[in-house]
């Protein structure tokens, strides 16, 4: 059994991020420099600063900046090089001024200027990979949201589907509003509403175009509680047609239901 293991905030309980970990681990004791890939919100500027604790963090696309670090720094942690305007003058400066460089990107990406001062090459895979770790996340980030809200650890995860579209930071924010919202009171939620209305209200027809607000959560919390179309209409007290073409009219939202 994989145990879980939070290090620095980076979490290590699959077999994957386990192994991601470890290569930083013996890069902490190497002075090689070193790329890590991976999507947005993986873990990528955390493992980096595992590495090299006491850094320098700048984002390559902050080329004057990045330039001046360069000048001034024996280590750096470069985020994002990818998007550097000039990868040819970052290297060279590197090699110039004898630098140690932990680099990020976003994707895996061959250029002939960077292949030579990278020794280590690794990917953290994106969360839909990575299963154990998103359940411990989940109680990562409830345990953050009930210190900020001063509520109990408790968060009811029954209908909680993992919102992985950006990893860990999508994730963090749809445990932080779901935290946020299972107390919610309704005089609450219209507040929250009208406050949404207010600033997208304009048009001559804002009652079809916002009716959706209402009847897609509405219909997606039937569905998931009654389990069939029909049982749902009764309940709503409406005919099977009519919410057909509701569900039809909502289709965009409704995907997958």
Known sequence: MVQAVDVTSFITA??????AFKTATLLKTLTVNALIMGEVGVGKKTLASFILPDASIVDASNFDELLVTLESS???????????PN?????????????????TSKQS?????????FSVKFDIPPLKERAEDVSILVKQFTKEASKLFGGSEDFNITNF??????????????????YLLQDIKDNELMEIMQ???????GSNSDYRNYLYLYEVPLIKAGLSKFKSQLQLADKLGLNRNTLRKKISDNKEYLQGE
Request: negative net charge.
């Open 14 to 19: 699959s077999e994957a991020s386990t192994e």
């Open 74 to 84: 024996r280590e750096i942690i470069i985020t994002n090089i990818e998007t550097s």
């Open 87 to 103: 990868l040819k003058r970052l290297v060279d400066s590197i090699n110039e001024n004898n630098i140690r460089v932990i680099a």
């Open 109 to 117: 990406f061959t250029n002939e200027f960077i292949e030579d001062i």
């Open 161 to 178: 589907k993992a919102d992985l579209s950006n990893n860990a930071k999508s994730l963090k924010r749809q445990v932080m509003v779901n």
């Open 195 to 201: 406050n949404y209305l207010f600033e997208k209200m």
